[in-house]
């Protein structure tokens, strides 16, 4: 089944601890993203990928890092979390940029 | 910049139209419309591109006014599955460096 896996699904973490939400999708796109969702504010871009090796940040990229070194995975990376950083996080990939996009479940992250 | 969205929630009865609104302060390229039902991910209605095209999905259409700078959801005989937040994605460039930026979301009830 084509899909774009998230983990975990749900986190609780302190202040400062370094943690990893990892992406996976399994339909060869070349396009990846990530977005953070909050009340009232929509979907906001954080970083995406338009390939292997190609980063770039969107709109909200601080306290963030990604990565692409697989295809078919794109994690993202919270080096320091902060409590303004609690928040609901999607996945999405899509066959090139400007295409449809395919959403991961999201991973709903609170920071203490 | 995020394009607007209007209205930001609307409530309707079963069977009636809505009308939903997507309007940026640049040129154009490309729209694309999501909705997301609640506790789920954002799933693809449809991608339109400067032209002025008119797309269609069974009761749900949109159309793009690149003068305007505007893209407009048009819910027809509303259905119960309808219920759920519809975003609209704005692309301004065309270009090589892609990059998608959501509105803040429409909240749309339907009701028996």
């Known amino acids: 089944e084509a899909q774009v896996t998230q983990n975990p699904r749900y986190l609780i973490t302190v202040t400062g601890k370094k943690l990893t939400v990892t992406c996976s999708q399994n339909?060869?796109?070349?396009?990846m993203s990530w977005y953070r969702q909050d009340p009232g504010l929509g979907l906001r871009q954080i970083y995406y990928s338009m390939n292997v090796e190609v980063t770039d940040k969107g709109d909200v990229p601080e306290g963030y890092k990604v990565s692409r070194k697989e295809k078919r995975n794109f994690p993202l990376i919270l080096e320091s979390p902060s409590p303004n950083q609690t928040s609901l996080y999607f996945c999405?990939?899509?066959?090139?940029?400007?295409?449809?996009?395919?959403f991961g479940a999201g991973t709903r992250l609170s920071v203490l | 910049q995020q394009p607007v969205q209007s209205p930001q929630a609307v409530i309707l009865r079963e069977g009636e139209d809505a009308v939903i609104n997507c309007s940026s302060s640049k040129a154009l390229y490309s729209v694309h419309w999501y909705r997301q039902k609640h506790g789920e991910a954002p799933v693809f209605l449809m991608i339109?591109?400067?032209?002025?095209e008119q797309k269609g999905h069974e009761k749900i259409s949109a159309s793009f006014n690149e003068k305007k700078q505007q893209s407009s959801l048009y819910l027809t005989a509303s259905q119960l599955s309808y219920s759920g937040t519809y975003f609209c994605g704005t692309e301004n460039s065309g270009g090589s460096n892609y990059k998608l930026t959501f509105g803040k979301g429409t909240l749309l009830t339907v009701n028996p």
């Open positions: 339909m060869n796109h070349e396009y």
């Open positions: 339109l591109l400067k032209g002025g």
């Open positions: 999405a990939s899509s066959k090139l940029a400007g295409n449809i996009q395919y």
